[in-house]
């Protein structure tokens, strides 16, 4: 069974950083391009960040680039979201998914809560 | 680059029909039959409904259906239940800019 669990969420102020990891299993990891998508309070789903299979692509939504880096070890099935100058409108859940083709989410995780406020 | 546009909210009666549109541009959902929907239940985690506009993952009811016209796709829910009531997000890959939009979501209310 596919299982995504993200952890690393939590409270930051403004300006400051965070690392999101993303633990795979039952699946084969290296074969799979890993998305990670958020959800403000209340709000809709929005893209972050894609990396391909091997980790060499990378692309970001324009709102996080330069700020957020994402990143995988595949010998540890593990996909991460750097996060750094976080800004409040960065706060919401964080989902790390699973990408069959290009779009087609078929697994997500849990979630991450991120919440920027000082 | 915006978000593809789906209306707020849509309604319907236990068996009717409804249909949820997701307006996109040549960029986007015109360029590709590439999109997807997703339902997600309150404070549950959203779910792959349709994907390459018209296909349902295995599990999924076939009361959902999606199609796609020029820029705008669309997702259908006939036999209307109960458990339908959620939102709906559709989403696409970009040609470019962003990679992947999503729509800004649909709630759909069962009376």
């Known amino acids: 069974e596919v299982h995504l669990a993200e952890s690393g969420g939590g409270l930051v102020q403004p300006g400051g950083s965070l690392r999101l990891s993303c633990a795979a299993s039952?699946?084969?990891?290296?074969?799979?391009?890993m998305h990670w998508v958020r959800q403000a309070p209340g709000k809709g789903l929005v893209w972050v960040s894609f990396v391909n299979s091997d980790g060499t692509i990378t692309r970001y939504a324009d709102s996080v680039k330069g700020r957020f880096t994402i990143s995988r070890d595949n010998a540890n099935n593990t996909l991460y979201l750097q996060m750094n100058n976080l800004r409040p409108e960065d706060t919401g859940i964080y989902y790390c998914?699973?990408?069959?083709?290009?779009?087609?989410?078929?697994?997500w995780g849990q979630g991450a809560l991120v919440t920027v406020s000082s | 680059q915006s978000a593809l546009t789906q209306p707020a909210s849509v309604s319907g009666s236990p068996g009717q029909s409804i249909t949820i549109s997701c307006i996109g541009s040549?960029?986007?959902?015109?360029?590709?039959?590439?999109v997807s929907w997703y339902q997600q239940h309150p404070g549950r985690v959203p779910k792959l409904i349709l994907y390459e506009v018209a296909e349902r993952p295995s599990g999924v009811s076939n009361r959902f259906s999606g199609s796609k016209s020029g820029n705008t796709a669309s997702l259908t829910i006939s036999g209307l239940q109960a458990e339908d009531e959620a939102d709906y997000y559709c989403?696409?890959?970009?040609?470019?800019?962003?990679?992947?939009?999503f729509g800004g979501g649909t709630k759909l209310t069962v009376l």
């Open positions: 998914t699973r990408a069959v083709v290009v779009t087609d989410f078929d697994s």
């Open positions: 039952g699946f084969t990891f290296n074969s799979y391009w």
């Open positions: 040549s960029s986007d959902i015109g360029s590709y039959n590439i």
């Open positions: 989403c696409s890959s970009a040609l470019r800019g962003t990679l992947v939009l």
